[in-house]
């Protein structure tokens, strides 16, 4: 009797230990970013409420109609923003292998990830997405810099390298 490995049984040894890695660092980071929007925006500064912020993130999909679009357009925000925290989580993942001195400094290296997620966001994509440039503002930037840079790309960095 020969001993044969399915494609199937390897693949799925592969693959769980790279969901039980994935799943937590996008969730944990994904919540982390986007609970503290919420009561950045809510609570402390008293600007919108949180179906207002994610509304505000579903409009750069569907448009201005999102921020009267009730709670079906926050859903859909919010979706958005679990699929982009998905993205980075995956990209960091695949990344890390090929750069070893991220592994040298977890909370070295999730800073500088979140500071990368934030440029990339920030600089190139919202824009790109939404046709509206970014302008340096001194508040306005460390409010939207200091989630990524001590809860997004930390959680990332330290859930995915934990080894």
């Known amino acids: 009797m020969t001993n044969t490995i399915s494609v199937p049984t390897t693949r799925n040894r592969l693959l769980k230990p790279a969901i039980k890695t994935i799943l937590p660092a996008w969730l944990v980071a994904g919540t982390l970013d986007i609970t503290y929007a919420i009561i950045m925006w809510g609570p402390v ?3 919108i409420t949180a179906a207002q912020l994610l509304q505000g993130i579903a409009s750069v999909l569907i448009g201005k109609d999102a921020l009267t679009g009730g709670a079906g357009a926050a859903l859909l925000g919010l979706a958005m923003h679990y699929g982009i925290s998905l993205a980075w989580t995956l990209i ?12 040298r400094n ?3 290296s999730g800073m500088l990830y979140g500071i990368f997620v934030w440029a990339m966001m920030t600089l190139a994509i919202v824009p790109l997405v939404t046709g509206r440039a970014w302008h340096f503002s001194t508040v306005p930037f460390i ?8 809860l997004f790309g930390p959680a990332i ?3 995915i390298n934990k080894k």
């Open 157 to 159: 960095a330290l859930i």
């Open 106 to 108: 977890k909370w070295i």
């Open 92 to 103: 960091y993942y695949f990344i890390f292998p090929w750069l070893p001195f991220l592994a």
């Open 143 to 150: 409010k939207s810099i200091a989630p990524m840079l001590f």
């Open 45 to 47: 500064l008293g600007k």
